[in-house]
């Protein structure tokens, strides 16, 4: 399409960027769905005088986000002709949007996976450990972890 000289086409004017980094602190938790459990998730080996307990895993708790918004730091550029009050505000909200998903991805990464899965071995260890004291003395606790439950798609 030609324009005449006067007629500006706006869809063609780079107008610029807006980024936003948001940063906040965040705690995600795990927890082990002892409801799960069964009788046969407990073995009694007498010989090693040894009670195991075969858990589930822990699970990343996606109903429990703790964003301290309080503390949040934001970090916006601005290039072009843009606005930095219109177009970083909007950047900014966008990420804070984003802040609850990014906690939970970054809660789910292994090396957190694996300190949630040896503090959930000692937490239950603790818990039998009485129990399994009073079969005989001299008896122990061992907890294996099943393998995690693969997460249900979400329906749309």
């Known amino acids: 399409v030609r324009l005449k000289a006067w007629e500006i086409d706006l869809g063609r004017i780079d107008l610029g960027t807006a980024r936003a980094v948001v940063t906040a602190p965040a705690r995600v938790q795990y927890y082990v769905p002892l409801e799960r459990l069964r009788d046969s998730d407990f073995e009694c080996r007498?010989?090693?005088?040894?009670l195991v307990l075969h858990a589930p895993a822990p699970v990343l708790d996606v109903?429990?986000?703790?964003?301290?918004?309080d503390k949040a730091e934001v970090t916006v550029e601005?290039?072009?002709?843009?606005?930095?009050?219109?177009?970083?505000?909007?950047?900014?909200?966008?990420?804070r949007r984003k802040l609850r998903d990014a906690a939970l991805q970054e809660g789910g990464k292994s090396i957190y996976r694996e300190h949630a899965e040896a503090k959930a071995r000692e937490s239950l260890r603790n818990l039998l450990g009485p129990l399994a004291r009073s079969l005989r003395e001299g008896w122990m606790v061992e907890v294996e972890l099943q393998k995690p439950v693969a997460a249900a798609p979400a329906s749309r």
């Open 46 to 50: 007498p010989q090693e005088r040894l």
């Open 63 to 69: 109903e429990l986000v703790d964003l301290d918004k």
């Open 78 to 95: 601005v290039s072009g002709t843009r606005t930095r009050s219109f177009a970083g505000k909007a950047a900014a909200e966008e990420a």
